[in-house]
């Protein structure tokens, strides 16, 4: 497996003068998140647990001031291009990273009016993790309706871009699919929808509802899969039992630690008695399966 750990290239130059000293001499190969808050040091959070950086004298890595400087850097100094992005709280950098924003939320438009934080978090492709994994959901070359599953931060987002590289390309015994992959928050894909690699046959509709977004492109595209991240609304249950009904193979994500916290999401229990989903995946840390379900939640 190939993982990038490039991220310094494109984040340091985003970051104030403190940040990037604090950062350039460090070996942080596998940092996921970059927390700044308002007064207090950055967090730099790895797998294996988080550390805190200062400024020079001990002084907080993020101070008064300096919020708005970071949000005009973040934006590529076009905020009013990511006005409806910033209402919902994050921004999607052009490397490969999201950053999630805190503080006052004004009333009249359910942005930020004060912020105290960011949290941004580094999106890498593992290019080769869906290898393992992808021949137990294969049947005659074709992928099953599959439902990736874990406790948030276990890499299913990682692992749902390289199973869509792969089926796309028609690598390690699939044969060419035409993926459809919706993208919410530009996470699959990357902002632009051309950041991170998700195979020739894949089209890409970003910045849309994830129930909207999979109805546009059964109605559009004519995939063969559809993709998407996170399931967390009774429209995004509704649209992939409509995917269902027209024979078209939906691969999803959905948050829940064990297959029970699964069932208990909203609309999980009944897309398991439709049968919607042929397989079950658990990942358990990095993107690590810890165990395949069929379609009647029996372990394999």
């Not at 070359?141 to 590289?165: E, F, H, N, Q, W």
């Not at 993709?227 to 994500?253: F, M, P, W, Y």
Request: aromatic share 4%; glycine share 12%.
């Amino acid at each position: 497996m190939e993982e990038k750990t490039d991220w310094k290239t494109w984040l340091l130059p985003l970051l104030t003068e403190d940040m990037r000293q604090a950062l350039a001499p460090l070996s942080l190969p596998d940092a996921t998140e970059l927390r700044l808050r308002l007064g207090k040091p950055m967090e730099v959070v790895t797998p294996q647990g988080s550390r805190l950086l200062y400024a020079p004298n001990g002084r907080p890595m993020l101070r008064e001031g300096e919020q708005e400087q970071l949000l005009c850097a973040f934006c590529n100094h076009a905020q009013y291009a990511w006005e409806r992005e910033i209402q919902q709280g994050f921004l999607t950098l052009k490397g490969g990273g999201r950053v999630g924003i805190t503080g006052r939320i004004a009333a009249e438009t359910g942005a930020p009016a004060a912020i105290t934080g960011f949290c941004i978090r580094i999106l890498r492709p593992v290019v080769g993790c869906g290898e393992e994994v992808l021949p137990a959901l294969l049947v005659e070359g074709r992928l099953r309706p599959t439902l990736l599953y874990s406790a948030p931060g276990c890499g299913k987002t990682t692992l749902l871009r390289d199973i869509v590289r792969l089926v796309s390309d028609g690598r390690c015994g699939a044969v060419p699919h035409r993926v459809g992959v919706v993208d919410e928050r530009f996470e699959i894909a990357g902002e632009g929808g051309a950041v991170f690699d998700l195979g020739d046959r894949t089209d890409v509709l970003s910045g849309v509802g994830k129930g909207e977004g999979l109805l546009r492109l059964l109605a559009t595209m004519g995939p063969q899969v559809l993709a998407a991240d996170e399931l967390n609304l009774a429209s995004d249950v509704a649209a992939v039992l409509e995917a269902k009904s027209r024979g078209v193979t939906v691969l999803c994500t959905a948050h829940g630690g064990t297959f029970q916290e699964l069932l208990h999401r909203e609309g999980m229990q009944h897309l398991l008695a439709a049968r919607t989903f042929e397989r079950y995946v658990r990942l358990v840390g990095c993107g690590r399966v810890d165990e395949v379900r069929d379609e009647e939640g029996e372990r394999l």
